[in-house]
């Protein structure tokens, strides 16, 4: 799924609760599996001014790079880590432990080719998805769509329950997957 998709399903999911803190927790976990490659894209992009080109089509599946994907993106670990959350009895820390894991479930299914080792540090296996969220040689042009549907939904549960500026954010959020979902189904 694209990363807006995330913050949103993550948000709508384990956010819900009253309080500025689980829909914060719960948004920034959403965001953990994909941190480190918007870091490492930004730098490789605009501080060392590496071609587009070579960063995803060399870098990013470079045995360090991979190795980084492997790290946030295991289910062990945040399983761990959500056992950790739910010993501490903190809704903020599940929430964001829950939403990450959750993220890393759902690309576990919608990776073509370009899926992560999702169980590190036991195994480097990667499964290769039928389907992408982004290539339309796997059904990308289905499941876009679908990915949509599960943030506009998301919008509706969240809106009623948050202030302006929090409706502001969803509503950025909406329109970047609304965005890059035509770019899915229109670039690639």
């Known amino acids: 799924m694209n990363t807006p998709a995330h913050l949103l399903v993550g948000a709508a999911l384990f956010g819900r609760k009253q309080g500025k803190a689980p829909f914060a927790a719960a ?3 959403s965001l953990l599996p994909d941190l480190s490659l918007y870091v490492m894209v930004s730098w490789s992009l605009f501080v060392q001014g590496i071609s587009p080109r070579v960063v995803f089509g060399e870098l990013y599946f470079s045995e360090d790079w991979q190795q980084v994907f492997a790290i946030d993106n295991s289910i062990p670990l945040w399983l761990v880590l959500l056992g950790l959350a739910l010993w501490s009895r903190k809704f903020w820390l599940v929430a964001l432990t829950a939403s990450a894991l959750l993220h890393v479930g759902l690309d576990f299914f919608m990776h073509a080719g370009d899926g992560r080792p999702n169980f590190w540090p036991f195994s480097d ?3 290769h998805s039928p389907v992408s969220y982004w290539d339309s ?3 990308a042009g289905w499941l876009a769509p679908v990915t949509f549907a599960a943030s506009t939904v998301s919008c509706a ?3 009623p329950q948050r202030g302006w500026r929090m409706r502001g954010l969803i509503l950025v959020l909406w329109f970047a997957e609304l965005w890059t979902t035509w770019r899915m189904l229109t670039f690639f």
Request: proline share 0%; glycine share 8%.
């Open 27 to 29: 948004l920034f976990g």
């Open 125 to 127: 296996w990667v499964f």
């Open 137 to 139: 040689r796997y059904y």
């Open 157 to 159: 549960v969240l809106m």
